[in-house]
């Protein structure tokens, strides 16, 4: 399944890791600053917490800064998944 939202520059698709655990997998398209580049999001019940992990790859510009990159990527997915897990 893929899907297109609004004006996002991300096509998303749900797919299987080899486990059989869903899991959503954002693939960024022409204009996004991240482009070009994928974000593999899984959700897995640990201790009886859902916990999401998120894990991605890239080399548009803004993963051009090396260690800089990181403090500007990687803390913006926090807020959201856990709004993601609050919401469920």
Request: net charge negative; proline share 3%; no cysteine.
């Amino acid at each position: 399944m893929a899907g297109k939202l609004g004006n996002n520059k991300v096509i998303s698709y749900l797919r299987k890791d080899g486990n059989g655990n869903t899991m959503v997998v954002n693939v960024t398209l022409p204009g996004h600053s991240l482009f070009p580049g994928y974000v593999a999001r899984m959700v897995t019940i640990e201790n009886g917490q859902a916990v999401i992990h998120n894990v991605g790859e890239g080399t548009g510009w803004l993963q051009s800064f090396g260690p800089l990159s990181d403090l500007l990527i990687n803390n913006v997915w926090i807020q959201q998944s856990q709004d993601i897990i609050d919401s469920n």
